[in-house]
Every structure is written in C-alpha cells, then in structure tokens.
C-alpha cells in the first residue's frame, strides 16, 4: 500500500522568502504524485501533478515540484511567497488512472510580513 | 463551468441519528470520490464510484457507512446511528475516466459533518 510523508506540520516565511515544502512517498512502482492547497473552510485546489515524463513539473501560482524517484521525494517551491499563499498544503500519491488518493498529514505555512 | 457542488455545507446531529450528505459532481465525470477529513489531518479515502457502481469501497470504516450513485451523477453518502467519531469534514471529489488517463480529481467544499 502507498504512503505519504510531509515532515513539517508547520512553516513560517517572511513574504519575499523562498519555500520548500517537503514531501516523501512509499509505493512500488511509478506513482501519480499531487500538491493540493486547502485555504480555510475551503475545498482542496490542485496546484500540480506529476504523471510522467520531465521530473520538473510547473503549476499554477508560480508553483513548482520536483520529482526525485531515488529518494522517493516530490517537494514542492516557490521562490518568493506571498501574504496570499498561507493555507494547508497537502502531498498526495495516486497508484492507478482513476483510484483513489492518499494524501499526506499536510504542512500548514504561515506568512510573515 | 460549475464544479463540484456538496449539501448541506454543515451538518448538527445528535448521537445515534442518520444523517445523508451529498455530492453534485462536475458534468461528464464519471468517476466520484469519498473522502473523510478529521481535524489537523489530511483526507482519508473512503469510497470510489465508477459510473453507477462502487469500484473500490475498502476505505469505509464499518457498516454504518454506505454510498450510492443510482444514476451515475449525483452521490449521496449514508450514515447510520452516528457516533462522536464520525465529526469530519467529508469531500467529495470526481474526474474523467478511462482512456486518454490517468485524470486528476476535483474536489468540492466539502460538509463538516458535527455528532453531539
């Protein structure tokens, strides 16, 4: 079964600063791997997805994540945060076209001005 | 386009009541998703819906949860004598399916579903 590491319940940046958001994953063979954002009493936003192909994938709101198959890892950045980005994000893991999710804890990232 | 819509937004019940929630999903998706999310984790699966039928319902945690999507769009997930631990916020996500894949799922606001 797969499983989803995020390490860090918890960021705080200063606006301007740049992020990484950590995320580690176990499954057996080439995985779907997913960042959603969730801003509060809101619905999970999908910032990007890695299904196959080039390892650097780009997503919406000057998000990008990396996929390293060797340290089983698809961390999430950005190079200067916004007040705007503060919210939960969450890393998930689909095995199969169309199965469901596994989702890690989520980090919670806080702006500082 | 709308997106995935989900009723009540908030859900009050008392201990051992029956409570239905219920997902409205994007147009043309075949594919509905169930999820449950306590507080400070993430979602946890629950059920997933191919067309009308349950393809895969491992993640619903006994008999007191069931789901239904009799005509392939609208879901309704059931919930039968509630217990303190049911509390959650529940999602329901959908996406396309089968050839041309793998889709990404699309999620609704969720209901936050309180058992007193």
């Known amino acids: 079964a797969q499983s989803v590491t995020q390490p860090d319940i918890h960021i705080t940046v200063s606006e301007g600063a740049s992020l990484e958001l950590r995320c580690n994953y176990s499954?057996?063979?080439?995985?779907?791997l997913f960042w959603y954002v969730q801003s509060p009493g809101q619905g999970l936003q999908l910032l990007l997805k890695?299904?196959?192909?080039?390892?650097l994938v780009q997503g919406i709101k000057g998000f990008e994540a990396e996929f390293k198959r060797s340290q089983s890892s698809f961390n999430l950045r950005k190079p200067s945060v916004h007040w705007s980005d503060a919210a939960e994000y969450f890393c998930?893991?689909?095995?199969?076209?169309?199965?469901?999710?596994?989702f890690g804890g989520g980090t919670r990232l806080m702006v500082k001005p | 386009g709308a997106g995935v819509s989900q009723t009540p937004s908030n859900k009050v019940t008392e201990k051992g009541k029956y409570v239905e929630l219920r997902c409205d999903p994007i147009?043309?998706?075949?594919?509905l998703y169930w999820y449950r999310q306590s507080l400070g984790q993430g979602p946890e699966f629950l059920i997933y819906?191919?067309?009308?039928?349950?393809?895969?319902d491992s993640g619903l945690p006994n008999d007191r949860f069931f789901a239904v999507r009799p005509e392939g769009s609208v879901s309704t997930l059931k919930i039968q004598r509630t217990e303190r631990g049911d509390s959650a916020v529940y999602l329901c996500?959908?996406?396309?399916?089968?050839?041309?894949?793998?889709?990404?799922?699309?999620f609704g606001p969720g209901t936050r579903l309180t058992v007193t």
């Open positions: 996500a959908s996406s396309f399916a089968g050839a041309g894949g793998p889709y990404e799922q699309y």
């Open positions: 499954y057996g063979a080439t995985p779907y």
């Open positions: 890695y299904f196959s192909g080039d390892t």
């Open positions: 998930a893991v689909g095995a199969n076209a169309g199965n469901m999710l596994t």
């Open positions: 147009s043309g998706h075949t594919a």
């Open positions: 819906f191919q067309g009308t039928g349950a393809a895969d």
